[in-house]
């Protein structure tokens, strides 16, 4: 199987290694752009991704037989369409379907009409509007951008003036703002792989969304992750599977917007039951990293067969009993400014324990590798214990010299230590 995946971060970078883990051979890999770390492992391409015509017109060129979207941008842009209409096998949803990213409201409208449990919620177009939601919903204040912020559209805090400078900030871009109730509990990440009827889940994941230990500091894209989750109940992922994701599959179906592709359900676990916060189109990063690490079926019929519409008949995918976590490095700055390119040294060979899943990187002629954006690399880890993945992770990140990068150094720390249930 000839493969296109889409894409220049680190989750393209961990579904390329998935792939080859689960036995697709890397010259039946290509990658478009790619970045520093995927380019020496898989052939990279200067190809625009959300360019639709450029896409398909490579992939029609190439005897393609499956393209991955990675990031969101290039659903938005409607290149799965593109490549649709091409008779071209493509692992990412419609651009009306991506809308469930794309638009906050448009997802709470699908939820509603599916009946899937769900904080309620604002919208709001004006800061006067925004103010009124804040005052009726009361602190702490969740603010919402309705469209694609690169994972930096979300804020949660008790001070009023913050949310308000953050509703500001979006409705200065032009988008609408969604004013909902906090919700306490444990988030938990669980990705399906759907067919635009049927559904397959993954493994569920926590990651950790503040720049700082202890959950300090702004949002960010994601700091780190792992799985699987000990604490949660038995039960949960059926659950989730029938109360969120058919059902909001078979709304799309309903809508004439099949949804094709992953369908990342970001939930909480609160003290009244699961409850969904947002939905993603796509893998998500960093979960992705620990969740395709532990995978022991082939990737690559997985999401074929999610393409082109055989998901009935497939079995659950299988993953590994052993932990998973993942612990991103970040550039200076990070998330609100990133430094400007410097060279990364100490990057230490994989091995049983260990993989780099490169983000923000470029390899230069001379062999060196420089960091050129915010989350530089993810350090993934697997091993038995927590306590083992979190010692592997941690030994390699500390050897790993980027001037004023820093990391979270409490990935996973409670659930190591017993203080999750």
């Not at 009946?115 to 804040?134: F, H, N, Q, R, W």
């Not at 894209?221 to 992922?237: N, Q």
Request: net charge negative; charged share 20%.
């Amino acid at each position: 199987m000839k493969i296109l995946v889409l894409g220049a971060g680190a989750r393209e970078h961990a579904i390329i290694k998935a792939l080859i883990r689960t036995g697709t051979a890397p010259e039946n890999i290509s990658c478009a752009p790619g970045n520093g770390g995927i380019s020496q492992e898989v052939t990279c391409i200067a190809l625009n991704p959300s360019d639709p015509s450029a896409v398909t017109a490579w992939a029609t060129e190439h005897s393609t037989d499956l393209v991955i979207i990675g990031p969101e941008a290039p659903l938005v842009a409607g290149v799965s369409d593109a490549l649709r209409a091409s008779g071209i096998p493509v692992f990412g949803p419609s651009q009306a379907a991506a809308a469930l990213e794309g638009s906050k409201s448009f997802a709470k409208e699908v939820m509603a009409a599916a009946d899937v449990p769900t904080g309620m919620a604002k919208e709001c177009s004006t800061i006067s509007e925004v103010e009124a939601a804040l005052d009726a919903f009361g602190a702490p204040y969740v603010v919402k951008a309705d469209g694609l912020a690169a994972g930096k559209g979300v804020i949660v805090t008790s001070d009023k003036q913050a949310a308000l400078a953050h509703a500001q900030t979006f409705l200065d871009q032009g988008m609408q703002i969604l004013v909902e109730e906090f919700l306490a509990g444990e988030e938990v990440s669980l990705f399906f792989l759907s067919d635009g009827l049927s559904v397959l889940p993954l493994s569920p994941a926590q990651d950790f969304k503040r720049a700082y230990d202890n959950d300090e500091g702004p949002n960010t894209g994601g700091m780190g992750a792992y799985s699987p989750l000990p604490w949660l109940p038995h039960g949960f992922v059926a659950e989730v599977q029938e109360r969120v994701a058919l059902p909001t599959v078979r709304e799309l179906a309903r809508l004439g917007t099949p949804f094709v592709g992953l369908l990342y359900c970001g939930l909480i676990v609160t003290k009244n039951g699961i409850r969904v916060i947002e939905f993603n189109a796509r893998f998500g990063d960093p979960e992705t990293q620990v969740v395709l690490r532990r995978l022991l079926t082939p990737l690559s019929g997985l999401l074929h067969k999610a393409a082109t519409g055989q998901l009935a008949s497939t079995l659950e995918p299988e993953f590994s009993k052993d932990v998973a976590i993942t612990v991103v490095l970040a550039s200076e700055g990070y998330p609100v400014a990133a430094a400007p390119d410097r060279e990364i040294t100490g990057l230490a060979e994989e091995d049983e324990h260990v993989e780099i899943a490169h983000a923000a990187t470029k390899l230069q002629a001379d062999g060196k590798i420089y960091a050129t954006g915010g989350r530089v690399l993810s350090v993934v880890s697997m091993a038995k214990t927590f306590h083992k993945a979190r010692k592997h992770a941690y030994k390699v990140i500390e050897n790993i010299k980027l001037e004023g990068s820093h990391y979270r150094t409490d990935i996973a720390l409670k659930v190591d230590e017993g203080k999750d249930d």
